[in-house]
């Protein structure tokens, strides 16, 4: 099954060569919205193919894969209406200072992109997943490296799009698919691989990334690595819904057994009793969770050393003790230690590590001061949730200020809600600073296109020769910017 350095060269170069057939754009959105209909044709098999390799059963499945094709359909709006495109004209003006010549911008696509397919979602974030589907809306083949948890779905989806490829009179070397790790390093060195897309690991994520880098030609690498996802809850809010709050944490932890990215890892709590309260309904709420099957055996034994070693620090206590449910499960659970532990470096910064399962470190602050000390030493985050009271959320008290001391830290800043759950929106925004991403895009929502783009500006060309999505007379009705003017 592991791809041979020499079938990683055939599958880039069979991508490479089917790029013109991406070039217009009512034929790549044609193309996205038959893969969403033959996926979604196919639902019985790859939902259970999916479950066989995964254990994450067909509701959880079902969604996922819909969750999928709608996001393949709004790509397919997304460039049926141009604006990606991001159109700039400017005639000469020899008025100006400096005199302004005939400049048209717009943006095209990179060329090949390597993606590299997540564990934890099979559909969304795997071959046809959001990567390659803004890949392929931006006009970008995809060669894409499959997880070895799920190689024999990897293949289903790919043929899926194969023949919807073919549909289209696109050659099927349009999505490409190779196994195995040499061949996730093959494929981001292989020099006609123009940019790379990859959820996984902060281990595995910075070794591509820097792979990349030292290319002799680099490239662009989007990599989603690693993510605590810290929750503040004020003492108001703890006060005025405490069990609420628990439960809504329990629910969020939990969901997936813990094996999502945006999972609440880390949780500022009160002490005193507002935060007892709040930490009773957590523990019941966990207690009444059954045990759940992680994506492969390696997942469970780290989690299951990580929770020992956690455990194993002074001051650290377990309410409900996360660990083995059965010969393939693992059970729930959550800890607690006082923030102020927190606050320095040293042993207690295994707590500000993410734990990939089903648990989460609550951490009882004595004061705001302590919850500005450890916030001040987290590192970047794909979100950050602040739970405020009614009169905190009108504005009363620290609500602003606490949004803006979590804004730094994180791409999606929520209120008064959970993480857990990513929508597909054109104002989503899935990324954020180090090492939760290593660039600034996102890659869940319409601007997840940009990442595979790039800008080029003619100046001086004769109309007659120019792309016909920067002529004057706007051929194929794009929104532009024209003389300054928004054009819709």
């Known amino acids: 099954m592991e791809a041979t350095a020499q079938e990683v060269d055939t599958a880039v170069r069979a991508a490479h060569a089917a790029r013109a057939s991406l070039a217009d754009r009512a034929v790549r959105a044609a193309f996205l919205r038959t893969a969403a209909e033959q996926l979604q044709a196919a639902q019985d098999g790859l939902v259970e193919t999916a479950d066989a390799e995964t254990a994450l059963g067909p509701v959880r499945l079902t969604g996922e894969l819909a969750r999928t094709c709608y996001q393949l359909r709004a790509f397919a709006d997304i460039v049926d209406e141009g604006a990606f495109l991001d159109v700039i004209i400017n005639h000469p003006d020899d008025t100006a200072t400096p005199p302004i010549p005939d400049l048209r911008r717009y943006k095209v696509p990179l060329g090949v992109v390597a993606v590299y397919s997540a564990s934890n979602f099979p559909f969304a974030f795997s071959v046809a997943g959001g990567d390659t589907a803004s890949a392929l809306a931006a006009g970008c083949p995809v060669v894409v490296k499959a997880h070895p948890d799920h190689p024999a779905l990897s293949e289903y989806v790919a043929k899926v799009l194969r023949r919807a490829a073919a549909a289209h009179g696109i050659p099927e070397g349009v999505v490409g698919l190779v196994h195995g790790f040499e061949a996730g390093i093959e494929l981001v060195r292989h020099p006609l691989v123009s940019a790379a897309g990859f ?70 709590a009160p002490s005193g009793d507002a935060g007892d309260r709040l930490l009773k309904s957590l523990t019941d709420a966990v207690s009444d969770t059954d045990a759940g099957v992680l994506l492969d055996h390696r997942m469970r034994d780290n989690f299951l050393a990580g929770i020992a070693e956690r455990v194993e620090l002074p001051g650290v206590d377990s309410p409900v003790t996360p660990g083995a449910g059965g010969e393939h499960t693992v059970s729930a659970g959550f800890l607690t230690v006082a923030a102020d532990k927190l606050a320095a470096e040293g042993a207690y910064d295994l707590l500000l590590e993410e734990c990939f399962g089903p648990v989460t470190v609550v951490a009882r602050y004595e004061n705001d001061d302590q919850v500005q000390s450890v916030l001040s030493r987290l590192p970047g985050n794909l979100t950050a949730t602040v739970h405020l009271s009614a009169e905190e959320a009108a504005g009363e008290g620290r609500g602003a200020e606490l949004l803006a001391e ?40 319409g601007t997840a296109i940009e990442r595979w783009m790039r800008p080029v500006a003619y100046q001086g060309a004769p109309e007659a020769i120019l792309p016909p999505e920067l002529r004057d007379d706007n051929p194929l009705g794009l929104p532009r910017r024209f003389n300054g003017r928004l054009e819709r």
């Not at 002799?216 to 405490?242: D, K, W, Y």
């Not at 932890?253 to 945006?262: A, D, N, P």
């Not at 054109?426 to 090492?435: D, L, N, V």
Request: aromatic share 4%.
């Open 406 to 445: 979590l804004t730094p830290l994180a791409g999606r800043v929520l209120v008064n809600g959970w993480p857990t759950g990513v929508a597909v929106a054109p104002a989503q925004h899935h990324g954020g600073p180090y090492p939760a991403t290593t660039s600034t895009s996102t890659s869940v929502g």
């Open 199 to 268: 959820t996984g690991s902060v281990k595995g994520g910075r070794a591509l990334f820097d792979a990349a880098a030292a290319r002799p030609v680099p490239i662009p690498f989007h990599g989603e690595l690693g993510s605590l996802n810290p929750v503040v809850v004020t003492e108001a809010a703890a006060a005025e819904r405490a069990e609420a709050i628990g439960a809504g944490l329990a629910g969020s932890m939990t969901l997936g057994v813990g094996q999502f990215c945006v999972k609440p890892g880390l949780v500022l």
